[in-house]
């Protein structure tokens, strides 16, 4: 959903997630709610105002410009190699810079799968390289964004992924 807007058959898929009373599960629980009263064109125009826009959006989501205040930065530089190393390569179409949250975050999730092989100390080093430093202030800004309203309870779970694991690689470190 951080990729593109997701449509009306995703939309009722994510409602029909359940939460519990933990923050991450309450996080989890707003989402199926935002999701079981969405309109899926309602939800593409929000997609587009914050991360497109005309000219540009409410939001950036690239680490280079969480990191350096530019596009297309060192730290793409640098992750475009730590992918090349994981034997990651760019999805023919896709025209957009590797930094980009939703591939951040596909390819932690694709090592923690195991579809990325990769031990805990390079996904710790991956994650503590290309996530850490930005991705917290990304999903702040994404829940207060003047457009965001479907996706405000997604920033809540972002933000709390992203503290989970800080917190379990500084642990097992």
């Given at each position: 959903?951080l990729?593109?807007?997701?449509?009306?058959?995703?939309?009722?898929?994510?409602?029909?997630?359940?939460?519990?009373?933990?923050?991450?599960?309450?996080?989890?629980?707003?989402?199926?709610?935002c999701?079981?009263?969405?309109?899926?064109?309602?939800?593409?125009?929000?997609?587009f105002?914050?991360?497109?826009?005309?000219?540009?959006?409410?939001?950036?989501?690239?680490?280079?410009?969480?990191q350096?205040?530019?596009?297309?930065?060192?730290p793409?530089?640098?992750?475009?190699?730590?992918?090349?190393?994981?034997?990651?390569?760019?999805?023919?179409?896709?025209?957009?810079?590797?930094?980009?949250?939703?591939?951040?975050?596909?390819?932690?999730?694709d090592?923690?799968?195991?579809?990325?092989?990769?031990?805990?100390?390079?996904?710790?080093?991956?994650?503590?390289?290309?996530?850490?430093?930005?991705?917290?202030?990304?999903?702040?800004?994404?829940?207060?964004?003047?457009?965001?309203?479907?996706?405000?309870?997604?920033?809540?779970?972002?933000?709390?992924?992203?503290?989970?694991?800080?917190?379990?690689?500084?642990?097992?470190?």
């Amino acid at each position: 959903m951080l990729s593109s807007a997701p449509d009306q058959a995703l939309l009722n898929h994510v409602a029909q997630l359940q939460g519990d009373k933990t923050p991450l599960g309450c996080a989890f629980t707003a989402l199926a709610l935002c999701a079981k009263t969405a309109d899926s064109a309602r939800v593409e125009r929000e997609f587009f105002e914050l991360f497109i826009g005309v000219g540009r959006g409410e939001l950036l989501p690239y680490s280079s410009f969480y990191q350096t205040g530019f596009l297309n930065e060192r730290p793409l530089a640098v992750l475009r190699d730590d992918l090349s190393r994981l034997g990651v390569a760019r999805a023919n179409g896709r025209h957009e810079p590797e930094d980009h949250i939703a591939l951040l975050m596909d390819v932690m999730a694709d090592m923690i799968s195991g579809d990325v092989v990769a031990s805990a100390d390079i996904q710790r080093a991956f994650f503590n390289r290309h996530i850490a430093p930005w991705a917290a202030q990304f999903f702040d800004d994404l829940a207060i964004a003047p457009s965001a309203d479907f996706y405000r309870p997604l920033a809540e779970i972002g933000r709390l992924l992203t503290d989970i694991e800080a917190r379990a690689f500084a642990l097992a470190a």
